[in-house]
């Protein structure tokens, strides 16, 4: 019953892709058969192909930044005294715990073009004159903006499991390897990396997930109406179907989302089964 | 000879104080940056108007008011989407809670066909894209009548908490030996008996974690309500929140309250319940 209610939706969103579903079909509440026509007219639009780019580069840079600072993080809170630890811990979970809409909007006032606080001090500290600069004026700097907020709110997740993994690291494989010389870059890329890998695969696919399908971020950051420069597959597929009300291309696009994920699903799915945890 | 080999011995100690030095000194770092939009969100709720438009930001909220808190519940509609909010989230809380225990006790105790392709399943849905269920269920509920209806939002978040739910639940009754019970039983003790004095004492966390996670999502969900709940006053606090930018400007002051406010009731489950959220999601991926 409960398989029943998860997969019919992903059942409706695959027809819904292949039917003409527009305004008169929502009121009618019937599609009508058109075939492979949506994935045809996606696949000869270059706005798609450009949109799907900019989402596997904006995915990549975010997963990697949120991987990389989240387990430099996760170093430093093993290196750290008891106190200390507990102090930035709950920093972190004080981050973490921030509503994506309360996060979004928090940034965007500090980032303001005429009274934020990111402007003031980046002019004050004499690094760049941004005194009333538009942060959403270029995409790239929005998107830097956009990038942060999904990069802070998601560090935590991955300090605090990375965290929670080195403490599960054997001291005596590192001790033995301190004693053979190791210095602390070789005792991690030979000794933690190997025995954490399970682990980083989980996270990393989990990230990729989550950072390739953002759309609140984007969508409250430029005001519920992005322009086309700000567009990812999500913001694409949601426009279609919303906006321009045809709400079979958007699921085409929405399936082609899907397909894009599963390949990453199947990396994720499989570390879990190795790990015993799908019994 | 000792004087001469002093030198050699402090060196090594100094350096490892400097070493502390700067590794605290990282971690201040990291703590400000993480917490700085936090504070900055509060610091601007309790500024006066004059303070938060001012070219040169001021770092405490000194003089304090409580003007930007009092313009935010007089906005409009304040009441009623909280009053949503509680529903939605009081509703699924509880719907979840209760279904996710007997799916993951179905899960977890007794074997049956195709068991294993249940839990991928479990793992897919949430892998899947909001973004990309949002047009079927909107179609979906659409032909149900379920637009702009409370009870069509609520059906939606089920499907999306329960797979979560369902999930971290069945690592909790794992944990709990099939001998417990079956020693309950063998001593006289129904299989309700065993079930109520035995698993449900050493499940109880998990239930409180799980609800805890059901409310924050609930709580927080914006795409959703945003779609389905149209019109104003039926919406919930996040769709009332993004919603807070107006042409004419914003009240940034008014904003940040409201966003304060918003946040509050998240922070004081989160901080009780992130633990589990971690362990949930990642289990078992490390083993000594």
């Not at chain 1, 997740?157 to 053979?180: H, M």
């Not at chain 2, 490892?16 to 770092?29: D, F, Q, S, T």
């Not at chain 2, 900055?40 to 909220?61: E, H, L, R």
Request: net charge positive.
């Amino acid at each position: 019953m409960i398989a029943a209610v998860l997969a019919y939706p992903l059942y409706m969103l695959v027809r819904l892709s292949f039917e003409q579903y527009g305004l008169r079909e929502i009121i009618a509440h019937k599609g009508v058969w058109i075939g492979t026509a949506n994935y045809a007219q996606i696949l000869h639009d270059s706005q798609f192909w450009t949109v799907a780019a900019r989402t596997v580069l904006f995915t990549a840079v975010l997963v990697t930044a949120t991987m990389v600072l989240g387990t430099l993080i996760a170093l430093l809170l093993a290196q750290l005294g008891p106190t200390m630890r507990v102090l930035i811990t709950t920093g972190l979970v004080l981050a973490w715990a921030m509503p994506v809409v309360v996060a979004v909007n928090i940034w965007y006032w500090m980032v303001d073009f005429e009274f934020g606080v990111l402007n003031w001090a980046l002019t004050e500290l004499h690094i760049v004159d941004f005194e009333r600069h538009d942060w959403f004026v270029s995409p790239w700097s929005g998107f830097a903006v956009i990038g942060a907020v999904i990069v802070w709110g998601a560090i935590p997740f991955v300090a605090i499991t990375v965290y929670a993994g080195l403490t599960q690291v054997p001291r005596e494989l590192l001790e033995a390897a301190a004693i053979d010389g190791a210095g602390p870059v070789r005792t991690f890329r030979d000794i933690t990396m190997p025995i954490m890998k399970p682990l980083f695969v989980i996270l990393t696919s989990l990230s990729i997930i989550w950072d390739f399908r953002v759309f609140d971020q984007i969508w409250i950051m430029r005001d519920q109406r992005p322009t086309t420069d700000y567009y990812t597959m999500s913001i694409y597929a949601f426009v279609d179907a919303f906006r321009v009300s045809e709400y079979g291309l958007g699921a085409a696009i929405a399936v082609v989302m899907v397909l894009i994920m599963c390949v990453v699903a199947v990396f994720y799915i499989r570390e879990m089964v190795r790990v015993g945890e799908v019994r | 000879m000792s004087s001469r080999a002093e030198p050699i011995a402090r060196r090594p100690r100094r350096r490892r104080r400097l070493r502390r030095v700067g590794v605290n000194a990282l971690g201040v770092l990291v703590f400000v940056v993480m917490t700085f939009p936090v504070y900055w969100m509060v610091n601007t709720a309790f500024k006066p108007g004059i303070d938060i438009q001012s070219y040169t930001p001021k770092f405490f909220p000194h003089p304090a008011t409580l003007r930007n808190f009092s313009d935010a519940i007089d906005r409009a509609y304040f009441w009623d989407v909280v009053k949503n909010s509680l529903v939605v989230v009081g509703v699924v809380t509880l719907l979840s809670v209760v279904l996710a225990f007997l799916a993951a006790l179905a899960l977890a105790k007794f074997r049956f066909y195709g068991r294993r392709a249940f839990i991928v399943l479990v793992i897919m849905v949430q892998m899947v894209p909001i973004t990309a269920l949002i047009i079927p269920l909107y179609v979906l509920l659409s032909r149900a009548h379920q637009v702009d209806k409370l009870s069509g939002v609520i059906i939606t978040y089920l499907t999306f908490v329960l797979p979560f739910c369902i999930w971290t639940l069945r690592g909790f009754m794992i944990g709990v030996p099939r001998e417990l019970e079956e020693a309950a039983m063998v001593d006289g003790s129904t299989r309700f008996g065993a079930f109520v004095r035995i698993l449900l004492p050493l499940v109880a966390p998990g239930l409180v974690a799980t609800s805890i996670f059901a409310f924050i999502q609930a709580w927080n969900e914006y795409i959703i309500a945003y779609v389905v709940l149209t019109s104003p006053e039926k919406q919930t606090i996040t769709v009332w929140l993004a919603g807070f930018t107006t042409l004419r400007g914003t009240d940034w002051g008014g904003l940040m309250a409201a966003a304060t406010l918003t946040a509050l009731p998240v922070v004081a489950f989160f901080v009780l319940v992130h633990r589990r959220i971690a362990f949930g999601l990642t289990a078992g991926a490390v083993r000594g």
